[in-house]
């Protein structure tokens, strides 16, 4: 296993594409978390690794920040994110795990998605605290379930929590979240899970386009087998495209809301 940071899902065109459909699939419980806990119009809001900036955007919507910066590790993605910011939206070189020192504290915190991909998180929120104003408000979403009928969606998942847990990273982190909160140095606002379901074929797009992207990491190719690749890539596609009519996936994102 290996335990250093590492983005498994990469930058690549295909992974922007993916993080597109994702951010429409889930636009709708982050939108509500926002609506929710953030506080109104504050004078800072940052998106902690917010990738293409869909999230960004979204911070800043919501929370009518007078500015809003997204703090991102990969270059695509920073260049990606600033074609499309609006006014008062800044993308900033940043490891979030190791906060710079030159980010100026906020009042909101948001982060979705990311602690899935680091090999510390308990220590990434902790250093979280770093981004915070005094009586600001940090909010984090990530994926706590996916549960499926379908035999294909069902392999991808055993697949991907696979390859994420060889880099240390853990699929269903949001899960986790409480007990994270309780080491970390703040009081909880809210902890809870948010429960949806999304069509089996919106989750096999996103799926599909993320296989195509991680069968080339280094360790999918030395372990898993490519003639199982191909045929899940077939079997999601299926989905995808509709043909093959499976249940809705019932979703559940783990939330957490720290000040
Ligand atoms: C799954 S994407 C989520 C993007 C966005 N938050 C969203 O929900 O659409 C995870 C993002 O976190 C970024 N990331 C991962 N580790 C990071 C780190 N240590 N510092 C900054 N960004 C990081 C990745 O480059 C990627 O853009």
């Not at 990311?114 to 104003?133: E, N, S």
Request: aromatic share 8%; glycine share 8%; hydrophobic share 45%.
């Amino acid at each position: 296993m290996t335990t250093t940071n590492h983005y498994t899902f990469g930058d690549n065109a295909r992974a922007a594409t993916r993080l597109e459909l994702l951010a429409r699939a889930f636009e709708e419980p982050s939108r509500a978390l926002l609506e929710r806990f953030a506080p109104r119009a504050p004078r800072l809001a940052l998106d902690l690794g917010s990738g293409p900036g869909f999230t960004t955007r979204l911070v800043h919507e919501v929370s009518a920040a007078q500015r809003t910066l997204g703090l991102e590790a990969s270059d695509k993605y920073l260049e990606q994110a600033r074609g499309s910011a609006g006014q008062g939206i800044e993308l900033v070189r940043e490891d979030i795990t190791r906060p710079s020192g030159t980010i100026p504290a906020a009042e909101l915190v948001f982060c979705r998605f990311v602690l899935t991909h680091v090999a510390d998180p308990a220590a990434a929120l902790t250093a979280f605290r770093g981004y915070l104003a005094p009586g600001g408000r940090l909010l984090l979403q990530e994926t706590a379930s996916m549960e499926t009928t379908h035999a294909a969606l069902n392999r991808y998942y055993e697949l991907v929590a696979r390859l994420q847990a060889h880099y240390g990273q853990t699929l269903y982190i949001g899960r986790e979240l409480q007990r994270f909160a309780a080491g970390a140095p703040f009081s909880v606002v809210h902890a809870g899970i948010r429960r949806f379901e999304r069509s089996a074929a919106v989750m096999a797009q996103l799926h599909l386009q993320n296989l195509m992207t991680w069968r080339a990491d280094p360790f999918a190719q030395r372990v898993f087998d490519a003639a199982e690749l191909n045929d899940l890539e077939q079997a999601l596609r299926a989905v995808a495209e509709g043909e093959d009519r499976a249940q809705p996936v019932s979703l559940g994102l783990g939330e957490l809301v720290l000040s």
